[in-house]
C-alpha cells in the first residue's frame, strides 16, 4: 500500500520577513552608530580649526581626562534636577491615580480631568522652556504681579540664583512628565482584581492600610518601569535647561547636566571624549537600572516576599 506524502506548509518564512524591516533599520541606524561610539572613545578624534587630528588610538585616556575634568560634578547636578522633578512626581501622580481610580468617590468628568494632566506632556520641552524663561524673566508677568501685590518690592532674578534656576527645571519637568506617569498607574491599578478591594473592604481596611498593603504591592512591575525609565530620561536631561540657561548652564554651571556636557564636545566635533562620556553614560544607566529593578521586584507577582530555601514567607 502506497504511503501518501504529506506535506507540510510553513508561515514561519513570513514572519521574518516582515520583522526583517525592523532589524535591518535598527542594524543600519541604532547597532553600527553604537559601535562606532564606543570604538571612537578609545581614539583621539578632534578638530582644531580647519585641521582635523586622528583618528590616532590613545587606549584609555579619554576615560581617565574626563574623570579629572568636572564630569562628575556635571553628574551631581544631572541627580539633583531630577530628583527635584521626579519626586513630586511620582507622588502627585500616585495619589490622583489612586484618586480616580476609587470607586467609593464617584469622581464626575473624570475624562476632562485625565485630558487636562496629560495636556502638559503633548507640548515641546524647547516651548515650555521659553515659556518659563518669558515668565520668570527679571521683566516678566511673574514679578510684575508679585510687585503689583506688594510681595516685593524689586524684581526677583528666579534664573540668577542656583536654587531658583533648579526649582524652575524641575517644575517644568515635573508638568511635563506627572500626567504620563498618573495614566500608566491609573492603568496599572485598573488591572487589580475588584474582588480585592472588596473584600478588603469587607474585613475593614482602610483607605491607607488598602493603598499601601494592596495597591503599592500589585502594581510593583509599573513602579519599577516607571522608575527605569525616568532614571534614563532624568540622565539624557537637555532640552529645558540647555534652552533655560543659553547653553551656558548657569548660574556659575550648577544647571550643566551630563548631556549639556557631551554636546559641547560634540560641538567642538571632539568625537573621542563624547563617545567616552557615552559609555560612561551607558554605565551609569545600566548600574542605577539594575538596582532599582532589584529594589523593586523583591516579590512574587502578588506582591508576597519570595522565599528563601527551607524558610515560610515573610
Known amino acids: 500500500m502506497n504511503k501518501k506524502k504529506q506535506y507540510h506548509l510553513s508561515y514561519a518564512k513570513w514572519g521574518y520577513i516582515f520583522i526583517l524591516p525592523f532589524f535591518v533599520t535598527f542594524f ?38 574626563l574623570l579629572k575634568s568636572d564630569m ?12 527635584i522633578g521626579f519626586v513630586p512626581q511620582i507622588v502627585i501622580a500616585l495619589l490622583l491615580a489612586n484618586w480616580f481610580t476609587d470607586v467609593r468617590l464617584k469622581i464626575r468628568g473624570k475624562q476632562f480631568f ?8 503633548l507640548i515641546m520641552a524647547s516651548a515650555f522652556a521659553m515659556l518659563f524663561f518669558a515668565l520668570f524673566s527679571t521683566n516678566g508677568p511673574i514679578n510684575s504681579i508679585l510687585m503689583s501685590i506688594g510681595l516685593t518690592d524689586a524684581p526677583i532674578d528666579f534664573m540668577g540664583t542656583t536654587f531658583g534656576t533648579r526649582s524652575l527645571i524641575g517644575l517644568m519637568n515635573f508638568l511635563m512628565w506627572f500626567g504620563n506617569t498618573t495614566i500608566m498607574l491609573m492603568a496599572a491599578i485598573m488591572g487589580i482584581s475588584p474582588d480585592i478591594f472588596e473584600a478588603a473592604e ?8 488598602r493603598f499601601f498593603s494592596i495597591t503599592l504591592p500589585l502594581i510593583r512591575p509599573i513602579l519599577a518601569y516607571t522608575l527605569i525609565t525616568s532614571i534614563i530620561g532624568g540622565l539624557q536631561m537637555f532640552d529645558v535647561p540647555q534652552i533655560l540657561t543659553n547653553g551656558q548652564g548657569n548660574p556659575d554651571r550648577t544647571s550643566m547636566t551630563l548631556i549639556m556636557f557631551l554636546n559641547s564636545h560634540l560641538k567642538s566635533r571632539n568625537y573621542g571624549m ?35 530555601k527551607g524558610g515560610h514567607k515573610a
Open 72 to 83: 562628575v560634578g556635571y553628574a551631581g547636578n544631572t541627580l539633583i534636577l531630577w530628583l
Open 274 to 308: 563624547a563617545g567616552a562620556l557615552s559609555v560612561y553614560l551607558f554605565i551609569v544607566s545600566g548600574i542605577l537600572c539594575f538596582f532599582v529593578y532589584r529594589m523593586t521586584n523583591g516579590s512574587n507577582k502578588d506582591g508576597s516576599r519570595k522565599t528563601h
Open 28 to 65: 543600519i541606524f541604532s547597532l553600527i552608530p553604537l559601535v562606532d561610539t564606543v570604538r571612537y572613545s578609545f581614539f583621539e578624534y578632534y578638530r582644531s580649526g580647519i585641521k582635523e587630528v586622528g583618528p590616532n588610538f590613545i587606549g584609555l585616556e579619554n576615560y581617565v581626562e
Open 114 to 121: 485625565k485630558i487636562i494632566i496629560y495636556l502638559p506632556n
Open 202 to 209: 469587607l474585613d475593614g481596611c482602610g483607605s491607607f492600610r
